[in-house]
């Protein structure tokens, strides 16, 4: 069981309806994604065409912060607001789907890359499937 | 002048033709935003009926993180993305309706809801600007 | 193999002697307390007694922040500074201490304050141990 | 009057005898530092000499998060904890002392690394007076 989905398990009111496996698979694949692309930022820093990923690591800075709010917004119950996470999750589904294409470009010559197109798949995805169980 | 404005001043790359004004005050709007949030919470949290502003504390943690990922995301202009940009201004300008709404329920009661609730209105407002200028 | 240990892998240069098992564990450790505390700071919100809580839910905030800073931190190699390793570390594990402690008193009470504190005792201690492998 | 100003003073209970003025001086210093740090990082990335600024870029990085954070941490009141605020200063100031120097590196040569320099020496300088203050 993840740190999430306890975490969720544990919240003392009424969760409103919301797919919790959908929700804990979107809390985690988002605090994965804003951990890989904050370590693939650097990962980029230290490879000698550093030159030639400059747009992959802006990328990943924006995929990091988006995520890891999102993340945060969705460890939230109290108070919910169906449009406030709609369009947090909109704005992460988009920067998740721009990462994970810069990131796949160099994810031939550059391993981290690959991992970190993979987890911002993943996320992209939790994004998706939570916007349509929000309905 | 602001750190913002001074920020982009030095930018050594071309800014792609978005309005530098609306771009500067939508940055501070973000960080002053994220601030008001973060503090009004906090005073939420000493009045003697939290249990009466819970909502108003749970919307102003949402809106201080998306204020604070939107001014970062702002703050870059290598490899700019504008899907990303609009859809993250979206989700702030959406963070910001639904905390001034919240803390304007409390305004007349707490004077740092009121205070909030104008700083949430003119992030609010600089996020539209933006997105209009964005095309 | 979790997302921290994948990410370490796939660095392209030398990590410098840090002890890489020590490290991962710390990423983990910070990402998950981070989670926990935005979980748990909510949690409370939606607890009858939320006025009793208040320090709680500060100290579950300034804890989430610190250790998603830390855990972002501790996710750069690249011109790797061991003095601003070690602050970081040590402020982490003081705000872990802190949450964990103010968790604590209401555990008996609270399940969702119990897994918490049980995420801020593992990461205080990763903290500990990551501060000592630095030497 | 600065937001952090008007949000100090509209706080409802006792603000524990710390100078407020100080305390403002270093929200709103911390603040900047972020937003400076945020956009040199991202200026670093378009220079044509990006590979020799890496160093710059990362420790840029590292202030704008732990900066972020200890302006969140300055802005709450509530449930005040000393040690934990003078954990999270020490590593602020160390933060700001790193990314000034990096920074100053390049100063002559690079105007953003020149302005972003001198927000970390202020904000090294707000941290530490405050650190004093505390006592």
Redesign the interface.
Known sequence: MT??T???R????DLGGVDQQALARC?DAC??C???C??????C????N??EL??C???N??C???C??T???L?????Y?A??TR??L??CA??CK?CGD?CTEHAGM???C???AE?CRRCEEACRELINALG
Not at 10 to 13: F, K, N, Q, S
Not at 38 to 43: E, G, L, M
Not at 45 to 48: K, N, T
């Open positions: 740190q999430a306890e975490m969720l544990t919240y003392p009111a809390i605090f994965e804003a951990q890989a904050t370590a693939c930022a650097d990962a820093l230290s490879e000698e550093v030159a400059v747009k690591v802006r990328t800075l924006d990091a912060d988006i890891d709010t993340g945060r917004v460890s939230r119950h109290t108070g607001d449009n406030l369009a947090t909109e704005a988009a920067a721009a810069a550059h391993e981290h690959r991992v970190c987890a």
